[in-house]
């Protein structure tokens, strides 16, 4: 599908499909009895295919798997890479803090487990993209440490021509609900260092299972919504527990003076017709003044 706009802005450079959390289980085991994150993963990709976009990437940003059982990776890659493959788009699998190291490298990558960060950098045609692992192997909060800041480090020394984006699990943003506040990043200010002056535009995140934004050190962050179970943010900030709703994931387009994240909510709903293809093919032999005309304009009272 080519891209289209009638308006200032030309198209997204880039387009990143963001998702996050999925907590799948070996042998399709419901999630905590209840929640089936097989099908909240499976449902997910199939609202992916029906945006009809070709995305640079597809990004998980961890908590892959619940329990780090190897064969929950297996039946991960069995619902994403197919997908991915008639995309053709890579997948950038970012660790979370239920994901255990060795596991994901043999589940995923087919290679020899280890407790080293799994890192990684995609060139996705001028944006970097930077996969960091804030996971802390028996703990379930976040760090980045020495190494891996460094690391981080080198490769921002060189700025990207269409810049950098990262991505990681724990977000480095405040939230409202205090269980989570035990379970954050730890020492932020040392990755705030790393990346003042860098050509860092964005951060992309999962953990909290509810969508939220923000700002660190200037840079926009991003937090995607799970695909298993979402938080209940009706309730207290005290009382917030998990619900078989709201699930989401992001779409996240690259523009040459911004990047937006716009929320795609993982259901099937009645959905009117008014705009087709066949609408804006209409739109596209009219003038820019014919199309405010024909569209802009209120009818007289």
Not at 47 to 58: K, M, Q, S, Y
Not at 206 to 218: E, P, R, V
Not at 224 to 233: D, K, Q, V
Not at 244 to 270: K, R
Request: with cysteine.
């Amino acid at each position: 599908m080519q891209p289209v706009t009638f308006g200032q802005h030309a198209p997204a450079l880039r387009t990143i499909v963001h998702l996050s959390d999925t907590h799948l289980l070996a042998g399709d085991v419901p999630l905590g009895g209840r929640y089936d994150s097989t099908a909240g993963a499976a449902a997910a990709l199939a609202a992916v295919e029906r945006t009809g976009i070709r995305p640079d990437a597809i990004v998980i940003t961890g908590d892959l798997t619940d329990l780090g059982e190897p064969a929950a990776y297996r039946r991960l890659r069995e619902l994403v890479e197919p997908v991915a493959a008639r995309l053709g788009a890579p997948v950038v699998w970012v660790a979370g803090n239920h994901d255990e190291r060795p596991a994901m490298r043999e589940g995923l990558f087919d290679i020899v487990g280890t407790e080293e960060p799994i890192t990684g950098v995609w060139d996705l045609g001028g944006l970097r993209l930077v996969a960091l692992d804030s996971t802390v192997p028996g703990w379930h909060h976040g760090e980045l440490g020495p190494d891996q800041l460094d690391w981080l480090r080198g490769i921002l020394a060189q700025p990207a021509p269409l810049g950098t984006i990262l991505a990681l699990h724990h977000p480095p943003l405040p939230t409202h609900i205090p269980f989570f506040d035990i379970l954050e990043l730890q020492r932020q200010h040392e990755l705030a260092d790393v990346i003042a002056d860098t050509d860092v535009r964005g951060i992309l995140a999962g953990h909290l299972h509810y969508s939220t934004s923000g700002t660190f050190a200037g840079v926009p962050v991003n937090v995607a919504s799970a695909t298993c179970y979402t938080m209940n943010l009706q309730r207290p900030a005290t009382a917030v527990n998990g619900m078989d709703a709201g699930q989401s994931f992001h779409l996240v387009h690259v523009y040459p003076d911004t990047i937006t994240h716009a929320v795609v909510p993982v259901v099937e709903a009645e959905t009117a017709e008014h705009f087709t293809p066949e609408w804006t093919a209409r739109m596209a032999e009219l003038t820019a003044q014919e199309r405010l005309e024909a569209f802009s304009r209120k009818p007289s009272r």
